[in-house]
């Protein structure tokens, strides 16, 4: 290749590697940003109503992004998703991205440690006309799994809280997930990018990187990573044999 050609393949990539970082992984607005935003990720009237209502009651804002959301509806319609398990409700906001990609009948398990969350939660399905649809639960959800089992098999899993016990979600989820039901992990960089970083220690970081690898390196799983917000790892589970 001519040295003229070979620099503007460099360019290209450039500016592909700078398109991906603003639309992909990062919040920066940017005319192609906007568009996807407002063509593909748009939240509806009741989804944006939960995102503003959870602040305007003072929970923190560690909500999944539109982008993010737009995936796991799209995840759940692509499974034909009945049974669903979230572990980390908050205020509701993803619960009701994934819902909208339920079947007509399905139902979503979500779980949540704190009360205040849960009660905002649950005044936001009703609000939404999901309470039918959404059950929260209240406690541990490490605790919790022994009674959840009773909801075998699920099509969907969606973990956003308690990182430090990823690798135990993960395994659960092999035991309880149907053949082609999907797990889908929140802040697969590990808040950033630290995954990356060797020289990071901290546990919840070394168990979200501890996860990424075992759910990459076994043979049960086909996976992958969408690069948008804090990353979500996804895993499609194989039929045995
Ligand atoms: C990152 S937020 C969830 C955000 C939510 N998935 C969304 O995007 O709208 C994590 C939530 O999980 C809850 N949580 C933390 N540890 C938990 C645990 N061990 N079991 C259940 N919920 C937990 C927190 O109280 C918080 O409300």
Redesign the pocket.
Known sequence: MKPAARLEVAGMRDKVAEIWEEVCVGSQASPLAEYIQTTFTVEDESLRW??QE?ARKG??S???QPQ??AFLRFLAAVVGARTCL????????????IAGGMAGDGKLH?????LQ??EAAREHFAHAGLSGRVEVHV??????LPALAANKPYDLI?L???KP?YPNYLAWAADHLRPGGVLAA??AFGYGGKVADESVTELAVQRIRDFNARLAEDGRWTTTIFPAGDGLAVGVLRAAG
Do not use: K, M
Request: no cysteine; hydrophobic share 40%.
């Open positions: 939960i995102r959870t929970l923190p560690i909500h999944i993010e959301g979230e572990v980390g409700t908050l205020g509701g906001y993803s619960a009701a991205w979500t779980v949540e440690v704190n969350h849960a406690g541990q959800a490490i605790d919790l969606f956003d809280a308690d016990n929140h802040n």
